[in-house]
């Protein structure tokens, strides 16, 4: 029930699919510096976490070169792709949608910023 009040929320207040197309990388790109310390999002390199660079469309935990959490590999196992939905209620609870995950990064709690971060991540270079 949980799960389903989060994407419930996050669908109302983004306006649905037209909310997710929206979003201003360049803010991202300034929310996005939350994320820096683990991820890259422009560079293939990994940091403690995985580089996120293409990261939208990808299958979750499908890096080859990364060793992912347990978690995160039955995830991706289960054939979740990280699309703007699935990133959406990730980024607002990382632990709450993926049990068991390495990540400890509490999530972005503003949907504002979700959906910056998230247009920052579909195109890196839009934040110029």
Do not use: Q
Request: charged share 20%; glycine share 10%.
């Amino acid at each position: 029930m949980h799960r389903f009040g989060v994407v419930a929320f996050l669908l109302f207040y983004l306006g649905a699919s037209d909310g997710f197309a929206g979003g201003d990388a360049k803010a991202g790109a300034a929310v996005f510096k939350k994320c820096a310390a683990c991820h890259t999002a422009t560079e293939p390199a990994h940091r403690v976490g995985p580089t996120l660079m293409g990261v939208v469309g990808r299958p979750a935990g499908s890096l080859a070169n990364y060793d992912y959490s347990d978690a995160m590999k039955a995830f991706g196992a289960e054939g979740k792709v990280w699309d703007e939905a699935t990133l959406s209620e990730y980024l607002l609870s990382p632990k709450a949608m993926v049990r068991g995950t390495k990540m400890s990064f509490p999530g972005l709690k503003k949907p504002a910023e979700i959906a910056d971060v998230i247009a920052y991540l579909r195109d890196p270079s839009a934040a110029r």
